[in-house]
């Protein structure tokens, strides 16, 4: 073998190393497409139902896929979730007010709202302070051993 073929091997092994190298995580990006956390619907898979503890209101981070022709984007979003027995509510932590996060207080046994003080029972009725209406609620199903939710509707007026 010359120098020169020698040469001509280790330079189409070496582009065949970086062409396989690029292309195999885009083929497999465009042939397996992305993870179905969502339906059709829009519902979203908000993980297995055991990592729910029994009685008491859970944050859980759900993420949701936005995909805008080639660029792909991870959306998370906070829900409160409680698990009593088979029923399963799930709240939007939004305030109805004016949108800050609520968060459960396990000694106050109430959604509080940080920004101007509107409580939620653990039903998500409001208890005091200038929220207009509860805490809104996702529609919540269950396949197997996931929990599954849904569109979310508007809570009680207060
Ligand atoms: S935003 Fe929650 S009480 Fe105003």
Redesign the pocket.
């Known amino acids: 073998m010359t120098r020169r073929g020698l040469y001509q091997g280790a330079i189409f092994v070496l582009g065949g190393l970086i062409g396989a190298g690029l292309g195999v995580p885009a083929a497999a990006y465009l042939l397996l497409g992305q993870k179905k956390d969502e339906d059709a619907e829009g519902w979203i898979d908000a993980g297995p139902l055991q990592a729910l503890p029994l009685g008491q209101p859970t944050r859980l981070i759900l993420e949701r896929q936005r995909q805008d022709a080639w660029r792909r984007d991870v959306e998370k979003a906070p829900v409160w979730v409680i698990r009593d027995g088979d029923a399963i509510t799930a709240f939007s932590p939004k305030?109805?007010?004016?949108?800050?996060g609520?968060s459960w207080s396990s000694e106050e046994k109430v959604f509080e709202?940080?920004?101007?003080?509107?409580t939620f029972a653990r039903d998500g009725k409001v208890e005091g302070?200038?929220?207009p209406r509860g805490l809104d609620t996702h529609e919540t199903r269950i396949e197997g051993d996931r929990l599954w939710l849904g569109p979310i509707h508007e809570g009680e007026p207060a």
Do not use: A, K, Q, Y
């Open positions: 305030c109805p007010h004016l949108g800050c609520v709202c940080p920004c101007h003080d509107s302070g200038p929220s």
